[in-house]
């Protein structure tokens, strides 16, 4: 099973990084982090490189096909290049997934007309731009595509995916073996929960508003 983890210039780790624990832990998973170009890419902090080993046009088409959020995907809403790699590796795929404000790339790529999808609490005004019917669940599945909130939500896709593909109890046996068991010492994940200040401290670094 390949799967393909699209990385850029300023992507957000945890949302490529996250998904990655999870399935490549797959039976029979063959996972690569690809880029427009092959080599190294920062993350939006610039203190983490993840190497894509393959430009896109130099990969195989993936069964899974997974888009991160993070800043450095801007650019790639209005990259025909990208956006029909996007739009073949989807069509091929058994499952297209994103984490954040990836899934503005399936937006953006025509993917989400009409489907229900999830980003960034902060973005789901603008993911409803691309047509979507905008939620704020934390994983949505809709047909063959799979959306998660922000970052840490990347990993409750994963092993959801993981279920679906291989059963609960591998996908069980996965989360007991990364040991994912969150106890947050806030309860503050969340813009329902945050204190209102917060929430508006977030927003403004989040969207630069």
Not at 8 to 29: C, M, N, Q
Not at 84 to 95: P, S, Y
Not at 165 to 177: D, H, N, P, R
Request: with cysteine; proline share 5%.
């Amino acid at each position: 099973m390949k799967v393909a983890i699209l990385v850029f210039e300023k992507l957000t780790a945890l949302d490529a990084i996250g998904p990655y624990e999870v399935l490549s832990r797959l039976p029979g998973a063959e996972v690569q982090f690809v880029a427009k170009e092959a080599g190294l890419v920062r993350t939006d902090t610039g203190a983490l490189g993840v190497s894509a080993d393959r430009s896109i046009a130099d990969t195989e088409l993936p069964e899974i096909l997974l888009v991160p959020g993070g800043e450095g995907n801007r650019p790639l809403l209005t990259d025909e290049e990208v956006l029909d790699w996007v739009r073949a590796a989807h069509e091929g795929a058994t499952w297209t997934t994103s984490v954040c404000t990836g899934s503005l790339v399936l937006g953006a790529a025509g993917l989400l007309d009409g489907v229900r999808a999830t980003s960034h609490w902060a973005f789901l005004d603008r993911l409803a731009r691309y047509g979507a019917e905008a939620t704020s669940e934390r994983v949505v599945i809709d047909g063959k595509i799979v959306t998660a909130a922000g970052v840490s939500s990347g990993i409750d896709m994963a092993l959801t995916l993981a279920a679906e593909i291989a059963g609960s109890e591998v996908a069980q046996a996965i989360q007991l073996g990364i040991e994912y068991d969150p106890e947050p010492p806030f309860d503050a994940g969340s813009p329902h929960k945050a204190p209102p200040a917060i929430v508006e401290l977030v927003r403004g670094a989040e969207t630069g508003s």
